[in-house]
T-cell receptor, first 115, second 115 residues
Framework: DAGVIQSPRHEVTEMGQEVTLRCKPISGHDYLFWYRQTMMRGLELLIYFNNNVPIDDSGMPEDRFSAKMPNASFSTLKIQPSEPRDSAVYFC?????????????FGPGTRLLVL | AQKITQTQPGMFVQEKEAVTLDCTYDTSDPSYGLFWYKQPSSGEMIFLIYQGSYDQQNATEGRYSLNFQKARKSANLVISASQLGDSAMYFCAMREVTNAGKSTFGDGTTLTVKP
């Protein structure tokens, strides 16, 4: 069974450009999470969805960030316009349900560099 | 207060020896789950082991075991017979029943296995 799939794996862009990160969760998983990892702030939860509906976006840094989940098998995280401080590794994760015992499975991450 | 505390930024261990990575947590929820993830230099987040707050026995998965001391709110990861491939960053995480959509992660411990 395929794990969480993310694309692209690496992205280099210039400040001011729009960046779109993509994620395909594990089939059957009802929860999808977007995280950002930096040296300074560690692993931060940005937003998560349940059955394609955003549940908590309190971690989204600012209005430049938006996330959508149009269907159960696809989600995007968009940054517009991008800034150098957005450089980070962005992870998507999914889990079967919301119980405390349920493991979140992570994708390989997208390494974003904004010049 | 931090919910997950990993006090060891870096640890060294000799190959074939055992090592313990510390994790303490803070919660008032009666039900919660504790997880350990491994992040090698390649960047992916790999789930290692899970311990539930009501589990009577310590979790084990191959060479990984979790030393769960509920009264002390600690969930230390023990890696037996260390291998060079165990060199990585290790994250402790918690999922609480009142906030079960989210996981809270510690800052991580970098483990280096010496030959």
């Amino acid at each position: 069974d395929a794990g969480v799939i993310q694309s692209p794996r690496h992205e280099v862009t210039e400040m001011g450009q729009e960046v779109t990160l993509r994620c395909k969760p594990i089939s059957g998983h009802d929860y999808l999470f977007w995280y950002r990892q930096t040296m300074m702030r560690g692993l931060e939860l940005l937003i998560y969805f349940n059955n394609n509906v955003p549940i908590d976006d309190s971690g989204m840094p600012e209005d430049r960030f938006s996330a959508k989940m149009p269907n159960a098998s696809f989600s995007t995280l968009k940054i517009q316009p991008s800034e150098p401080r957005d450089s980070a590794v962005y992870f998507c994760a999914s889990s079967l349900d919301r119980t405390v015992a349920e493991t979140q499975y992570f994708g390989p991450g997208t390494r974003l560099l904004v010049l | 207060a931090q919910k997950i505390t990993q006090t060891q930024p870096g640890m060294f261990v000799q190959e074939k020896e055992a090592v313990t990575l510390d994790c303490t947590y803070d919660t008032s929820d009666p039900s919660y789950g504790l997880f350990w993830y491994k992040q090698p230099s390649s960047g992916e987040m790999i789930f290692l082991i899970y311990q539930g707050s009501y589990d009577q026995q310590n979790a084990t998965e191959g060479r990984y075991s979790l030393n769960f001391q509920k009264a002390r709110k600690s969930a230390n990861l023990v890696i037996s017979a260390s291998q060079l491939g165990d060199s990585a960053m290790y994250f402790c995480a918690m999922r609480e029943v009142t906030n079960a959509g989210k996981s809270t992660f510690g800052d991580g411990t970098t483990l280096t296995v010496k030959p």
